[in-house]
């Protein structure tokens, strides 16, 4: 879907598109988003930015432990 | 009626570690390893790097919590401690140069340490699908890595557990609206690079 990546004068501000992507509550956005293609095309690359984020962020396997013996090596070394 | 193992707070297992009982550390790791790891992935954008300043965040948090005084939230300090050893990290790698090497090969069923990599597993998309997200995400990435380190930091941290925006602010010392501008400006810059 080619959506013009414009806003408008009437759009909200890309602050506070932001600010209710991250749960803020905003009645008048809730109402523009609906209507509006361009800010629901914005809002909804937020989100895609932020699952990208959370998918790349997994640790490896066995990081725990691997933490725990480095301080559990330290400890028992004398300084 | 002692406490078990998942109902001591923070500060019952301070306590603890306090007075000897040094086994009540692997709590502590096991509560916020990975958001250790996911701030200094996110900054470094490196697994190897980020496994090492986890690492590293730990065996600072070991070494001084004796003498924490719990002025602020264990999680706080912990927050802030990654994300100064990734700060210092990213900026001794900018200055060697170092080139990210990053694949997008490995599936999170192959999640080890053989190397850095990107960990996104979509079985559920076609084959073309999962190209088009692989280059998004590698593209993500990458851009990212060339947002300037404010707008970088705080996006980071609002991706750790969806951290709210009251303790980002205090994580990096800012004022609320600093980092609710500072995270729309990183989203805002993304997309005018990944749009163009």
Known sequence: M???????PECPSISDLSAWHDGEDCPAVDKHIQECRRCKHIVDFFGRVDQTLADSMQPPSGLNQRIVERCTQMSTTPL | MSKTKDNLSDADVIDRFKKGDKEVFSILVERYSTRAYQIAYGVLHSREDAEEVAQDVFVRIYKALPKFRGDAEFSTWMYRIAMNLARNKYRWNKSRGAKQNISIQATRENNDDSG????????ELSPDSQAELSEFTNTVMREIQNLPPLYREALVLRNVE??????????????????????????????KRLES
């Open chain 1, 2 to 8: 080619n959506v013009s990546k414009s806003q408008t």
């Open chain 2, 116 to 123: 850095p990599g990107i960990q996104v597993s979509t079985p």
């Open chain 2, 162 to 191: 969806e951290m709210s925006y009251e303790r980002i602010a205090e994580v990096l010392d800012c004022k609320l609206g600093t980092i609710k501008s500072r995270i729309a400006r990183a989203r805002d810059e993304l997309r």
